[in-house]
């Protein structure tokens, strides 16, 4: 059952309007979200994707629905050049490293979900690697050239996009009317500049390789994503990710080939993500200004970069400073100082009669959830959604400072409001001070570390700080016979 009948709308890329959403079976949302070419360290590009689709799930499930998230790992086929020329960026990368490509793929795929796990984003239901995929993709090939929709051409596979009208409609671009390089001339095995490779010949020292109808190769990027996507989603899916710089050519050439394909509607909502700045600058390696998630994590804690990453809408460009980042830790403070001292109140709560102040909080806690889900509702608007957090905590400032004088009841009540938000939605976790374990110390060896850093205490004359070692030693099982020391 769903938490509460909201009307939702999206921004369609498709369609430049935002869209009531209707998912194609009721209370049932399948998602597409393209993951990353894994061949270095994620940034904090990688995470505002990964955030900002980790809410969208979020949400719909707080909403009742049963999401199937799916985001895939490119492992192989994404080339350098979106001309289909160039390196494969896995290959490139493997040569550089000296490893072989797929204990690069582990790597860097391994660093990738252990980041994103550090910032608490949810795990996709299904995480299908391009590489595992590759019968699948040769079959939807070969029946793209049984539709004439592709041919072969010295070992290729290219989809001919003069056989799908309506190529350039999610990007919006007239492909008629753009300039051809003469790079693009030069590519004899094409009919056309503009066609996209579904299948690449391999030459004898390429790695990755798979044998084919068409001789050894590996496929093309576009194609990919189709093949994952219309496998655990279906022919026609709810909603697809991705960043603003996929849309042209990743997801116009998935359009192409998956439309040609099924002759159905690929996608019916399609979603995307700007882009993180650096002080107004894109993010770039060559700019010198590219971080990771794993250098940003040493100065700031997970939620601080949710918080970030929320802080602004997925639509518009993020942009990082020093500035901004302290900001959003100052507001994270304010917010998990109310939710600790929420939760220090219902530990130490008593069944107080309901007051007026009660009754008044109970009120705002449910207008403040109510605006703050419409925030949501409205296109993922997360920073009005935000506005609304800082308005109640203003609002209320005199009830949340004296939470004592409230009933019990009341302040669960408060409480599991700013769980669903916070926790549930926001997906914040906070750290909680946990004992040390020491199960996989070597006690043997800490003991001579003590003993010796004992000798040396008692040989200086610090007798008091010498005998708590000792007790501790003795605590543990342990007698010790001193030798005497001339003083």
């Not at 199937?68 to 994404?78: E, L, Q, S, W």
């Not at 419409?374 to 005199?398: G, R, V, Y």
């Amino acid at each position: 059952m769903l938490v509460k009948k909201m009307e939702i709308k999206f921004f369609n890329s498709l369609t430049r309007s935002k869209e009531i959403f209707k998912p194609i079976t009721k209370n049932k949302v399948g998602i597409y979200c393209c993951g990353p070419t894994v061949y270095s360290d994620p940034h904090v590009g990688h995470a505002k994707s990964a955030i900002t689709y980790d809410l969208l799930v979020r949400f719909l499930t707080y909403l009742g629905y049963k999401v199937r998230y799916v985001r895939n790992i490119t492992d192989v086929g994404h080339l350098v050049d979106d001309a289909d020329e160039g390196e494969d960026k896995i290959i490139k990368r493997s040569v550089i490293e000296k490893i072989e490509p797929m204990e690069l793929v582990e790597k860097y795929m391994k660093n990738y979900f252990d980041s994103m796990d550090i910032l608490n984003v949810l795990r996709p239901n299904i995480s299908p690697r391009a590489s595992a995929h590759i019968p699948e993709q040769i079959i939807t090939i070969e029946k793209l050239i049984k539709k004439k929709c592709a041919y072969e051409s010295n070992g290729s596979v290219y989809f001919d996009i003069t056989k799908f009208k309506d190529y350039g409609k999610l990007s919006k671009r007239d492909i008629k009317d753009q300039r051809i390089s003469s790079r693009n001339i030069a590519l004899s095995e094409k009919k056309h500049s503009e066609d996209f490779a579904l299948w690449k010949k391999a030459d004898p020292k390429h790695i990755l390789k798979w044998k084919s109808p068409w001789g050894y190769g590996y496929p093309g990027w576009h194609i990919e994503c189709s093949v994952m996507s219309m496998k655990y989603l279906g022919e026609t899916i709810d909603i697809h990710g991705g960043g603003t710089d996929l849309q042209f050519p990743h997801h116009e050439c998935e359009i192409a080939q998956s439309e040609s394909f099924t002759n159905k509607k690929f996608v019916n909502y399609w979603l995307h993500n700007s882009m993180v700045t650096v002080d107004g600058l894109k993010m770039s390696k060559s700019l010198g200004n590219f971080i990771t998630i794993k250098v940003l994590l040493e100065k700031f804690d997970p939620i601080v970069i949710r918080y970030f990453i929320l802080s602004g809408h997925y639509r518009k460009n993020l942009d990082f400073s020093q500035h901004t980042m302290e900001s959003a830790k100052k507001n994270v403070e304010k917010i998990i100082n109310t939710i600790k001292n929420i939760k220090k109140a219902v530990a130490l709560g008593k069944n107080n009669k309901d007051n007026n102040e009660d009754k008044q909080l109970i009120i705002n806690l449910n207008n403040f959830k109510t605006e703050f889900l419409k925030k949501l509702a409205d296109d993922l608007n997360t920073p009005e959604a935000i506005a609304e957090i800082f308005i109640f905590l203003k609002s209320n400032s005199k009830i949340i400072a004296q939470l004592t004088n409230l009933n019990i009841n009341t302040l669960k009540y408060m409480d599991k409001i700013f769980k669903d938000i916070f926790f549930d939605i926001f997906g914040f976790k906070l750290i909680e001070n946990v004992e040390p374990n020491f199960s996989n110390i070597n006690l043997s060896h800490l003991l001579e570390q003590l003993l010796a850093l004992r000798e040396t205490l008692r040989k200086k004359g610090f007798f008091e700080e010498s005998d708590l070692i000792r007790q501790i030693i003795m605590n543990n099982g342990y007698l010790i016979n001193d030798p005497k020391i001339n003083i």
